[in-house]
């Protein structure tokens, strides 16, 4: 089993910067990739960013050049570096980790618990 635990978050003013940070922990597994999600209230869970363990990063447009995201193999994090805040980047923040299972031999997702993000206009 995998467990995730978020950190970071909370209330910024529009402009301003909040960094996300998503720690996998367990044992028997191997990570391929780990990513980041949004859920605004009355919306759809959406993507924000996504990076690979071999640090290929891919970000939707309403990320790309204001959000940075990273991970730290050696201590199985990702981080997220928000820049620029827009109201509209408001809603609870899912990190997602995509693992392979070595002893059960298969590939499985995992979400974290999400964290708030709110940004005043």
């Known amino acids: 089993q995998v467990q995730l635990v978020e950190s970071g978050g909370g209330l910024v003013q529009a402009g301003g910067s909040l960094s996300l940070s998503c720690g996998a922990s367990?044992?028997?597994?191997?990570?391929?990739?780990m990513g980041w999600y949004r859920q605004a209230p009355g919306k759809e869970r959406e993507l924000v960013a996504t990076i690979t363990a071999g640090n290929s990063s891919y970000y939707t447009d309403s990320a790309k050049g204001r959000f940075t995201i990273s991970i730290d193999s050696a201590k199985n994090t990702v981080y997220l570096q928000m820049d620029s805040l827009k109201p509209e980047d408001t809603g609870v923040y899912f990190c997602?980790?995509?693992?392979?299972?070595?002893?059960?031999?298969?590939?499985?997702?995992?979400w974290g618990q999400g964290t708030q993000v709110t940004v005043s206009s």
């Open positions: 997602k980790v995509d693992t392979y299972l070595i002893y059960l031999l298969k590939w499985q997702n995992y």
């Open positions: 367990g044992s028997g597994f191997k990570i391929n990739a």
